[in-house]
């Protein structure tokens, strides 16, 4: 018998196509694997290849110029975050609803924010920022630029006693709220404005305040003797500006805190209890 005849005598066993589909079968699942575990080796590749460029200085200083800006350190509404340094220079960038403040050392930009606070209030809502280590900017271009936000009503300068500090206050449109994120590599911090829609019911608000008077020394000296008192400063309806403590609910407990300070022995007899509405300004 030839080979030939061997061959064309071997019995096909009846589950033979069973077989083969099941065989079929595992190939396309085996198939469907390997292409899966291929497009996430490459997509873990592209991570690491972006985590790579966003940690060269050169390079993330390049993508600081998109939205996109460095590492976030923190996200916050108010608070205090950043780094101690000194001689710092400040510049902003305005982008439809996004305002970038960004730091310089010695002409390159700045690793870290320095050491900072943003204190909100009420009467008008308003932002206070205070930058320390900080003896070159450029106040006219930072006012210009906050001013552009469709969301920012006004921004005014705060005088302090301290030649490596500054602080300005950005006074919000009702019904805006505001996130605040902090950026290293390079050091920024950004103001993000959104419209609520509809803003709350404006309500009276008790104060203890000075007179009016014009921005300057006089006000910065009276921040050191307020200290404790937790004193801002709030620009008026006429243009001066004025010290104020608290943010009552009540005149009563305006009045319980006045009496307290001029209880001093040091009071000097320049307070007095104010209200107003929560979306105006004091007189």
């Known amino acids: 018998m030839t080979g ?3 061959y064309t005598q071997i019995e ?3 589950q033979l196509g069973d077989v083969l589909v099941e065989a079929q079968n595992k190939a396309a699942a085996r198939s469907k694997r390997t292409v899966r575990l291929r497009w996430l080796g490459s ?3 592209a991570l690491i290849a972006c985590l790579l460029v966003l940690n060269i200085p050169d390079v993330a ?3 600081s110029k998109v939205p996109v800006v460095g590492s976030i350190v923190k996200v916050l509404q108010f ?7 000194d001689g710092a220079a400040v510049s902003t960038v ?4 996004t305002i970038r403040i960004v730091f310089n050392q010695e002409g390159n930009t700045a690793a870290s924010v320095p050491s900072y606070t943003v204190d909100q209030r009420e009467a008008p809502n308003r932002l206070i920022f205070t930058f320390g280590g900080v003896r070159s900017f450029d106040y006219d271009a930072l006012e210009q630029d906050m001013i552009a936000s469709p969301l920012v009503s006004d921004v005014y300068r705060n005088i302090i006693l301290d030649d490596s500090a500054m602080r300005f206050v950005v006074e919000l449109k009702e019904g805006t709220r505001h996130t605040l994120t902090e950026f290293s590599n390079p050091g920024t911090l950004e103001l993000k404005l959104t419209a609520e829609g509809k803003a709350a019911a404006p309500k009276e608000v ?3 305040r000075s007179e009016g008077m014009p921005q300057g020394e006089s006000l910065a000296i009276m921040e050191e003797v307020y200290l404790e008192d937790d004193v801002t400063f709030l620009k008026t309806a006429s243009g001066d500006f004025a010290a104020v403590m608290g943010g009552f609910a009540t005149r009563e407990e305006a009045e319980q805190k006045l009496a307290e300070i001029t209880a001093r022995e040091n009071y000097a007899g320049d307070l007095h209890v104010d209200s107003w509405m929560s979306n105006g300004h004091p007189e």
Do not use: F, M, N, W
């Not at 608070?79 to 340094?85: D, I, L, P, V, Y």
């Not at 305005?94 to 609803?97: G, I, P």
């Open 4 to 6: 030939k005849d061997r």
């Open 12 to 14: 096909i066993p009846a």
């Open 43 to 45: 997509a873990a590749a």
């Open 61 to 63: 200083s390049a993508l």
């Open 79 to 85: 608070g205090s975050g950043g780094e101690r340094t």
């Open 94 to 97: 305005t982008a439809e609803d």
């Open 206 to 208: 008790y104060y203890v």
